[in-house]
């Protein structure tokens, strides 16, 4: 089991603490992990079930029961992404922490990452915000593919 069993994470707030928080890449991977699995029983994607062992030289679970395996990012907004998780938490943290908002560009200038994908990122979070989940949310898989692969046809399945 990976070490976040006993710890209590809380994103940091303050400048200082965010840069040593996300330089390890797995503070950021057990942080993940705890806000998505609050009780430290990772939940399999592909099967919905608990019991799974963690990989520690790759960072990913076998799940107990299917065999498959998952990364943390499997089933939440990062999924889909070549992004790195700390990225994605330092792109988290400017938003969060930003009094007149953020715009894609800065957003992409402060991580390193292109416009576009600045752009991409910026879209993402503000749902997850709004929706207070990183879990994937329906439709977004289109929007990507849409803006990345520029595919015509924004189809958004609708949620039951
Ligand atoms: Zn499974």
Request: glycine share 6%; charged share 30%; proline share 4%.
């Amino acid at each position: 089991m990976p070490k976040h069993k006993k710890k209590q994470y809380l994103f940091p707030r303050r400048l200082m603490e965010a840069i040593w928080f996300l330089s390890d890449a797995d503070t950021c991977l057990e942080f993940v992990a705890a806000l998505r699995w609050p009780d430290a029983e990772p939940v399999c994607p592909h099967c919905q079930e608990k019991g799974a062992y963690f990989l520690k030289s790759r960072r990913i679970w076998k799940c107990k029961a299917c065999k498959k395996q998952f990364s943390v990012k499997l089933g939440t907004i990062f999924e889909d992404s070549p992004i790195g998780l700390d990225k994605w938490l330092w792109a988290i943290w400017l938003i969060a922490n930003a009094e007149n908002g953020v715009s894609s560009h800065e957003l992409a200038r402060s991580i390193g990452v292109t416009q576009k994908t600045g752009w991409l990122m910026l879209h993402r979070i503000r749902l997850a915000m709004q929706a207070e989940s990183f879990e994937k949310l329906e439709g977004e898989v289109e929007v990507y593919e849409t803006f990345i692969g520029g595919k015509a046809g924004y189809m958004r399945k609708d949620k039951k």
